[in-house]
């Protein structure tokens, strides 16, 4: 089935520092995939997005590459924020064969604290 | 109001308590999902309806029942829960005619079960 593999958590760094959180996934088929940002005590607000290989998706500052070749879909911002602090979800959504609706699968998430 | 809203933001309740979770979207979508986020757990899909038919149940157990009366409105009534049933509920919709269509959640109900 469907997986999408982060990579370990905390991540802990300084503000204006390089991010990168590493993002692999297995599909059947050609899935689109997402970023999501989780702040404290709320829900799941999509990052970015991307639907089809070569594709960059990018919003605030943070972007994301459709590898194919390496299955993977890596988060980088080049500069974070304490503002930026929260847990990033990678995600895929895979239209299940007959049916009318995409199905997210995550990963296990990955908590980012910004220190000033 | 737009998006996805649910009530309540939070709840405690008592292992004998019978209560529910309402979930509303305003974005026309056609489908909606009840997600499980636990403590040091990956997000757990539990329920999904595709025009307003339940086309998922991912073994979850009896005490957790799912109801969606129209597109817009979901629901999950909860009774006899275990103290392990403490978690963020999470109700998402999206509009599910490609694999390019993503989900939009609402900011959850935070669960105690005492």
């Known amino acids: 089935g469907d997986s999408v593999t982060q990579m370990e958590g905390p991540v802990t760094l300084s503000e204006e520092a390089f991010l990168t959180i590493n993002c692999t996934y297995t599909a059947t088929g050609y899935p689109s995939l997402f970023w999501y940002v989780q702040y404290p005590g709320e829900g799941l607000q999509l990052l970015l997005k991307a639907t089809k290989a070569d594709d960059k998706g990018s919003n605030k500052g943070f972007e994301a590459t459709y590898r194919k070749e390496t299955t993977s879909f890596h988060l980088e911002k080049g500069s974070v924020q304490v503002s930026d602090s929260a847990v990033y979800f990678c995600a895929l959504s895979e239209r299940a064969g007959g049916t009318s609706y995409g199905k997210l699968t995550f990963g296990q998430g990955t908590i980012l604290t910004v220190h000033p | 109001e737009t998006g996805v809203t649910q009530t309540p933001r939070h709840l405690v309740m008592g292992m004998t308590n019978k209560k529910s979770l309402k979930c509303e979207q305003h974005?026309?979508?056609?489908?909606m999902y009840w997600y499980k986020q636990s403590a040091k757990k990956p997000l757990e899909l539990m329920f999904v309806?595709?025009?307003?038919?339940?086309?998922e149940n991912n073994s979850v157990p009896s005490r957790f029942s799912p109801e969606c009366p129209n597109s817009s409105h979901l629901f999950l009534h909860l009774h006899t829960l275990q103290p392990e049933d403490s978690a963020l509920y999470l109700c998402a919709s999206s509009q599910g005619s490609s694999s390019g269509a993503e989900a939009f959640f609402g900011q959850g109900t935070r669960l105690t079960v005492v």
């Open positions: 974005l026309g979508h056609n489908a």
């Open positions: 309806y595709s025009l307003e038919e339940r086309v």
